[in-house]
């Protein structure tokens, strides 16, 4: 199984449970940037009860035979309003679940997704300009320069992003600091 393959299946499943979801982190940057490798699939969903997660990890389970994914970890990630996986390990292969909470920013980068075919399938990816928003907060909470890296890879590749959006939400999220940051790196 490829990546896209399993995206693609992650996605129906999703879609079948009528979660919303965007597809961010690597993935995403090669689509809205320069193509680059990911070891794994992250996903923000707007999970609203335990009985959806119940039923996802239900539903991923029964999609892939081999895989792992425990029902009580991501019980306790949409209580915790945090992350859960799901491994493939015969084709070794992970998805990441963050399950948003509800504020403002993480509700808007599923609200404002945008589709993008991938194999005959039209899946939903975090738009460029929140993945920027949301590089920097991962910037602000480990100073990877691989986020900023990958900021520098969308801004390079799309000539059309909405500066006043991104120029709102850096400021209204305190990333003032971290988009110096990734001026000098520029």
């Known amino acids: 199984m490829t990546t896209q393959k399993f995206l693609i299946k992650i996605a129906s499943v999703l879609e079948r449970l009528d979660i919303d979801y965007a597809i961010s982190g690597g993935i995403a940057v090669s689509v809205w940037g320069r193509p680059r490798y990911t070891a794994d699939i992250d996903i923000v969903v707007n999970i609203k009860s335990a009985q959806s997660v119940e039923d996802l990890v239900k539903l991923l389970s029964k999609e892939f035979k081999k895989a792992y994914s425990d029902k009580d970890l991501a019980l306790d990630a949409f209580n915790r309003k945090g992350e859960f996986n799901i491994i493939e390990p015969e084709y070794g292969l992970k998805a990441d679940f963050f399950i948003v909470p509800q504020?403002?920013?993480?509700?808007?980068?599923?609200?404002?997704?945008?589709?993008?075919?991938?194999?005959?399938?039209?899946?939903?990816?975090?738009?460029?300009?929140?993945?920027?928003?949301?590089?920097?907060?991962?910037?602000?909470?480990?100073?990877?320069?691989?986020?900023?890296?990958?900021?520098?890879?969308?801004?390079?590749?799309?000539?059309?992003?909405?500066?006043?959006?991104?120029?709102?939400?850096?400021k209204k999220l305190d990333l003032e600091k971290e988009w110096k940051e990734f001026k000098k790196l520029k």
């Open 103 to 170: 504020e403002e920013f993480k509700l808007l980068e599923i609200k404002r997704a945008k589709k993008r075919k991938i194999g005959e399938k039209y899946i939903n990816f975090i738009s460029p300009e929140d993945l920027i928003i949301s590089k920097l907060l991962w910037f602000r909470e480990g100073q990877s320069t691989r986020q900023l890296e990958d900021i520098a890879s969308v801004i390079d590749v799309q000539t059309d992003l909405d500066k006043a959006y991104l120029k709102k939400w850096v």
